[in-house]
């Protein structure tokens, strides 16, 4: 049975389409205006195995901030909806992540409550790109931690994302991309020794 989800938000601020597939080859065609917010979704898409589609725009004549947390909101909607109740599934999943001199880890739990920590130890100083137009761009480093919170609250998962040590904000928020796809990777495959059941002593996720 294929685990997929399509999901379209459309707000006053934004207009999200996403479609995912729990169990792909990493693939990420995502059009977003945001480059480096595109390098950690296709970096996510690559370490999780997971294949992503769709479309981002927002008002970014404001900030960044209402199109990053939109995003986070519609992926995690499409995870809970590409789950289901979860039947089969290994629930939780952890992995620890080296990028160069940073070392970063992720926990997540698939158990129905939401709820984030975010302990990534950034200067808050956005990135800046130079594009082959020549024009500058940047992403906004305090919206990684919004874009988290907006994914647990759709996807309904518990996630714990910590810095353990590093200097470069630029390692610290792609290791933790990688670490929260890999750990969530591990949580959501299917564990063959389940034979399909809820894994939960309730019964229910």
Partial sequence: MERTASIKRITGETQIELSLNLDGTGKCSVKNPIGFFGHMLNSFCKHGLFDLSGELKGDLEVDQHHLVEDAGIVLGQCFASALGNCAGIYRSGFSIYPMDESLLQAAVDFGGRPFCVVNAALS????????????????????????WQGFINGAKCNLHLDTIRGRSDHHKIEGLFKAAARAIRQAVEIDPRRNGEIPSTKGLI
């Fill in 124 to 147: 808050n100083i956005p990135l800046v790109s130079i594009g082959q137009d020549g024009k500058s761009s940047s992403f906004q480093t305090d919206c990684f931690e919004d874009f």
